[in-house]
């Protein structure tokens, strides 16, 4: 058992998530590679999108593997910033806009 | 390093299996369709990941003996391709004079230049003896940026390329419909293995022509072999072990099928024979019982001759494949 919850070498297991549940691993990977592959957005545009997810939703494997994308199809170090920041401004304005209902209820209650 | 002491590391992949235990059973060439001469390690540049070792420091060159027997073993045999790599081929002596005779043969002909050296005056003439010749141009290229090209192949070289790609262009190279050949060569700059050939040349296409008003026939992506200073690199910045486990990773069977060394004979400055360039800078010269040197050529025993492989050949077998002409055009797993 590794010492850590995530280990980097995981990542190579990614394909075996197959495993024990083999017909709904095999649609998930026809699913995700048609999604994250060419169509009328380019592989280039879908690996960025893919990095900004991966930041937003704390993933180390998908971090390592989307950066490595990046890297792979040319994508310069401030385009992935870029990305990155699309990614932090889009989580900071989901947290300012939940303010609403905070603002709302204080709206409500106070004198 | 030298290659005894590169071997002794490529030997070295924890958890990895060796690359003969992984394809099984012997690799044989079809055909000796590709003749490429590594004409010296010569060359004006010091790039980070130059398997040749290739720089300003370099003495060996191709002695004109050798070319002339690779004349002689061109004209007696059916080799399609002539194919020049370097070092930087142009600071060659007998360059010129070898480009001159090989045309007369009416054969494929390329060059692998690194293009800065054009814009040094001594080299210039190289423009016209190209284009005279129609030898096709096949120039590494490794981002469409300066930041990432400068920093693999040194300080203002980017520069330097594109105003020879401008130069080629205006000759006619490059230009639809010309039969001016000029091909980019993409490789990773680091450690890490090239995205699709397509995309990048999309990519490179939109970018070169946009912003330099550049325009080419093909990319070729190429993966970094762990070999020479690109080994050194992987080694001194911890990358090694991580490097290898993606190239063996990424194996694939078709890749395999398709590899250059089936078609390819590559020939040492010294005219010593090798299954490519990559086994070249590792002294293994072809082996189990073909003839080793160009003065013994033997196109019956050469083109059925079995392959010296080792772990760096995981390098050509990744992914879509990667050989001097690019990906190998086959599916990926």
């Keep these: ?111 | 390093m030298d290659p005894t002491e590169q071997l002794k590391h490529l030997a070295q992949i924890p958890g990895g299996i060796p690359f003969t235990e992984k394809v099984h059973q012997p690799i044989y060439s079809e055909s000796i369709e590709i003749m490429q001469l590594n004409v010296g390690r010569r060359c004006n540049l010091t790039c980070k990941h130059c398997h040749v070792e290739a720089g300003p420091h370099r003495t060996e060159l191709m002695t004109r003996q050798v070319f002339e027997k690779c004349l002689d073993v061109l004209t007696a045999h059916p080799i399609g391709t002539i194919d020049i790599t370097g070092g930087a081929p142009e600071m060659n002596p007998h360059l010129s004079w070898f480009i001159s005779e090989a045309a007369h043969l009416g054969r494929r002909m390329l060059v692998r230049s690194n293009l800065a050296i054009l814009l040094e005056g001594p080299y210039q003439p190289f423009i016209d003896l190209y284009t005279q010749n129609k030898v096709e141009i096949v120039a590494s290229l490794p981002d469409y940026r300066a930041l990432r090209t400068d920093r693999q192949r040194g300080k203002g070289i980017f520069e330097a390329i594109i105003r020879i790609l401008q130069q080629l262009n205006q000759k006619g190279y490059g230009q639809p419909d010309s039969h001016l050949l000029l091909h980019l060569v993409y490789n990773p700059v680091g450690a890490y293995l090239p995205g699709a050939q397509e995309a990048l040349a999309h990519e490179y296409r939109q970018r070169l022509t946009d912003e330099h008003g550049v325009t080419f026939n093909q990319l070729f992506c190429l993966t970094n072999c762990p070999v020479g200073r690109y080994l050194e690199y992987l080694i001194r910045t911890d990358n090694y072990e991580e490097y290898m486990a993606e190239l063996i990773n990424a194996f694939n069977w078709s890749a395999l099928e398709n590899v250059m060394c089936r078609t390819t004979l590559s020939v040492g400055c010294d005219g010593k024979l090798y299954d490519c360039d990559f086994n070249q800078m590792l002294a293994l010269s072809v082996n189990h019982g073909a003839p080793a040197h160009i003065d013994i050529f033997n196109f019956d025993q050469l083109r059925k001759r079995q392959i010296v492989v080792a772990n760096h050949c995981y390098a050509c077998t990744a992914g879509a494949g990667s050989s001097c002409q690019g990906t190998l055009d086959c599916a990926s797993p």
């Design chain 1, 1 to 111: 058992m590794s010492q850590n919850y995530y280990d980097p070498k995981d990542l190579k297991d990614f394909p075996n998530i197959t495993e024990f549940a083999p017909e709904q691993g095999h649609k998930f990977f026809e699913y995700y590679n048609q999604a994250t592959g060419p169509g009328n957005l380019t592989e280039r545009e879908k690996a960025l999108i893919a990095l900004a997810v991966a930041t937003v939703r704390h993933c180390p494997y998908c971090i390592d593997a989307y950066t490595n994308k990046c890297l792979s199809l040319g994508v310069s170090n401030d385009e992935m910033m870029e990305a990155v920041h699309v990614g932090a401004a889009m989580t900071a304005g989901d947290v300012l806009a939940h303010a609403t209902q905070m603002r709302k209820i204080i709206k409500k209650k106070e004198m």
